[in-house]
């Protein structure tokens, strides 16, 4: 294992099932965090760190992740850092949690859960919701497709971020000359589009099952119109070829290797279970593929059907 991050200070608890919190560390950067005592499983955490680092490989946007080692002093001084269950609660765990980066600084960088249909498909990275899409079907992630979307914020000083005293001049209003020279992209005319990354992997792998119930619209995001360039299953090939010819069986145990052994309760046979299985799925993903698109909710309406 690499350098590992310190917790030094609690900023706030999030949202979700997972009762993760915001935490800056010793380097200086902002993480969402999962404890290992968190209501969901202990497993959660591999699960994290093992599929995150999968899809990266992948070539898809993902947090950066660092294992955050979080001291008991801060936990009995943080009053919020608290695990909460039905009528009682418990304080978080010390030791070795998983951490998310949130992807600037939280003060000065609005991250959206959601973004409108219009803004949806101007996202800059707007293909990975396909490449996502078999990473979901071959981890079998049971818990529905997550992203974040915020907007770079060198690229886009809005008003939340502070004008930052800069020796550089500011670029030049978007007068027609400029915009000829520098065309927006397209679906975002008025503003720089948004970055899409792609979280919450807790459930791949079916979270502490560690077992694999496919089902046919299991991994689909649900907003659909990110399918709509879906034109047959060539649309999802570079992301297909990756995974089947990439993921070999020693990419997939150097990346488990990365995993603590304290978050799978040092079950190595079920961690070398687990990478077996994934390792024969590859096989099986334009099956899962046809079977969502076979759906009868037709989440890819552009398929070109061709009859021989
Ligand atoms: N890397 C990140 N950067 C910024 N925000 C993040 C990041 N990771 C998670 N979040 C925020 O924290 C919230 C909770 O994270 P996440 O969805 O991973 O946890 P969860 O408890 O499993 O949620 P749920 O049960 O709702 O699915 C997300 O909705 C998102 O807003
Ligand atoms: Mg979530």
């Keep these: 294992m690499a350098r590992m991050n310190l917790a030094v200070e609690h900023v706030r608890r999030m949202r979700g099932g997972a009762q993760s919190h915001l935490m800056r560390c010793d380097d200086g950067g902002y993480y969402i965090v999962k404890f290992q005592n968190n209501p969901q499983h202990l497993r959660i955490l591999a699960n994290e760190m093992l599929a995150t680092r999968l899809a990266a490989r992948m070539g898809l946007r993902v947090p950066h992740i660092e294992v955050v080692e979080v001291r008991p002093e801060l936990i009995a001084y943080s009053a919020d850092l608290v695990v909460q269950f039905g009528l009682g609660r418990k304080p978080c765990a010390a030791g070795k949690q998983f951490g ?24 800059r990275n707007f293909a990975d919701f396909l490449g996502i899409f078999v990473f979901d079907k071959w981890t079998c992630n049971t818990n529905g497709r997550q992203a974040i979307f915020y907007r770079d914020p060198d690229e886009a000083p809005g008003p939340a971020s502070e004008p930052a005293p800069s020796p550089i001049p500011a670029p030049p209003a978007r007068t027609d000359a400029y915009a000829a020279l520098y065309p927006a992209p397209s679906g975002a005319a008025t503003a720089e589009p948004y970055t899409a990354m792609m979280i ?46 990439q993921m070999t069986e020693a ?50 309406p552009n398929w070109k059907v061709r009859h021989a």
């Design 100 to 123: 998310s980066q949130f992807p600037g600084h939280p003060a000065r960088m609005a991250v959206h859960d959601f973004l409108p249909d219009e803004e949806l498909t101007g996202v």
């Design 251 to 300: 990419v997939l145990g150097e990346e488990a290797g990365h995993i603590p052994p304290e978050w799978y309760g040092d079950d190595w046979n079920a961690l070398e279970r687990l990478i077996e299985r994934l390792y024969a799925r590859r096989t099986r993903l334009r099956e899962l593929i046809i079977s969502a698109r076979n759906s009868g909710r037709d989440p890819f």
């Design 200 to 245: 919450d992997h807790g459930f791949c792998f079916n979270a502490g099952e560690w077992d694999f119930p496919d089902a046919p619209l299991r991994g689909l995001y649900a907003r659909h119109r990110v399918y709509r360039n879906v034109q047959g299953m060539e649309s999802f090939e570079p992301w297909l070829g990756r995974v089947e010819k």
